[in-house]
């Protein structure tokens, strides 16, 4: 049985956060497609996504625009049109939803990766390798130096390589000498991400979401399709919110920081509603070869093991 609070709730934040389609759809094929092979028959995926607000024209322009920029590719069997995401796509929605399934580092020794990209290097690829470095999290410390308190180089050379200027920078690593707590570097840290805007993005999201993390809590029985629509919502919104966060250690953050409170906040919300969702997903998508696998393993260590954090999650009292 549906929850009529919870049907009120969908409604609301539809109307008063419209979201674009290409976006949204990006959301659903992350969050949920990607884990059962990636493909699926678009008539399904058309009928799945109807209830977000999304129509048949607006899923098929969207779904030709996301292969024109090499996030999908499609396959005509018969009558039948399949989509499928790139080897770019999966690539990117691995950096994009590791972030989000897994938490920040939650100590930090000191430890800074630098990237120094030479005059040399201008023009359109000088802007993109910023951007996506600024995405990944990077500050500018100052023209042509961008960083970040982390360790991991791996993740960095995976993206130059993927924006091809993997021999066109000077990527080092750097060590703090002084406090890691020390006011200069609380300073710099400011002058380098704006961390109030992050701040009310989290806030925002907090207030958004806690009716629904209460009607979920206090329901004896949920309806697949809802916990898919919150489900794809939630992960819509954190996802956004997350993508301006640097994802800076503990150390450097404010107390009681509003990204930790909303990153446990998701995590309750989707230790809640993925089983059911997961369910309605399966009710309705299609592959070639008949209904989505099995989800792959790696789905089931979001936000450290979905089943031990319901577990966890069940016994803890309504505190968000």
């Not at 002058?191 to 809590?217: G, H, M, Q, S």
């Not at 107390?255 to 399966?282: E, M």
Request: proline fraction near 5%.
């Amino acid at each position: 049985m549906k929850s009529r609070h919870l049907s009120q709730w969908i409604g609301k934040f539809l109307e008063q956060h419209p979201t674009r389609a290409n976006s949204l759809i990006i959301t659903i094929y992350g969050d949920f497609i990607a884990p059962h092979g990636g493909t699926v028959w678009l008539g399904s995926f058309i009928r799945l996504v109807e209830p977000l607000g999304l129509n048949e024209r607006m899923v098929r322009t969207s779904v030709y625009r996301l292969s024109q920029e090499k996030w999908l590719v499609s396959e005509q069997i018969g009558r039948r049109s399949y989509y499928s995401l790139t080897a770019s796509g999966r690539r990117r929605f691995e950096h994009a939803y590791r972030r989000i399934y897994f938490a920040p580092q939650d100590t930090w020794g000191g430890e800074w990766q630098l990237v120094l990209i030479p005059g040399s290097l201008a023009g359109a690829a000088r802007d993109q390798l910023r951007k996506e470095l600024t995405w990944a999290g990077y500050g500018a410390l100052a023209s042509g130096i961008l960083a970040h308190p982390s360790a991991d180089s791996e993740a960095l050379l995976d993206i130059l390589q993927e924006a091809g200027a993997h021999d066109k920078v000077v990527a080092m690593r750097a060590s703090n000498i002084s406090a890691l707590t020390s006011r200069p570097l609380q300073e710099l840290v400011h002058e380098c991400w704006n961390l109030d805007v992050l701040t009310a993005k989290y806030e925002d999201f907090i207030e958004r979401f806690r009716p629904a993390l209460r009607t979920l809590r206090a329901a004896n029985e949920l309806d697949p399709e809802q916990c898919f629509l919150v489900q794809t919502l939630l992960m819509h919104d954190f996802r956004r919110a997350l993508l301006h966060d640097p994802q800076l250690p503990a150390q450097l953050l404010p107390a009681n920081w509003s990204g930790g409170i909303a990153r446990q906040l998701c995590r309750d919300i989707y230790c809640i509603t993925w089983p059911h969702a997961q369910r309605h997903l399966l009710t309705f998508c299609e592959t070639a070869s008949g209904p989505l696998p099995a989800a792959a393993a790696y789905f089931y260590e979001r936000f450290d093991g979905l089943e031990s954090a319901g577990n966890r999650q069940a016994t803890e009292p309504i505190g968000i």
